[in-house]
């Protein structure tokens, strides 16, 4: 099971953390760093087999919400858009 607490964090996470949590407008970010996410989003687009979904809400709520998606539980008020890449 994934850590709610970080066991050691990275001073370079921390500054960005810090930098990104001053923006006053919005920032789109890409990360795989869960401590990272906890701390800036509040709001996650997960993109998936041509499909976008907003979880409007934070990491924690995503997780939660997207595990109940999958599981075909109801209860979710996420958002789907369908898009279509194009290389």
């Known amino acids: 099971?994934?850590?709610?607490?970080?066991?050691?964090?990275?001073?370079?996470?921390?500054?960005l953390v810090r930098r990104a949590a001053a923006i006053s407008g919005t920032l789109l970010?890409?990360?795989?760093?869960?401590?990272?996410?906890?701390?800036?989003a509040t709001s996650v687009f997960q993109v998936q087999d041509g499909l976008v979904t907003l979880y409007p809400g934070d990491y924690d709520y995503y997780l939660d919400k997207s595990a109940r998606d999958a599981a075909g539980l109801a209860g979710t008020d996420a958002l789907r858009f369908g898009i279509e890449f194009r290389w």
Request: negative net charge.
């Open 1 to 15: 099971m994934e850590s709610r607490q970080p066991i050691w964090i990275c001073p370079a996470i921390e500054a």
């Open 29 to 40: 970010f890409i990360s795989h760093d869960a401590y990272f996410i906890r701390q800036i």
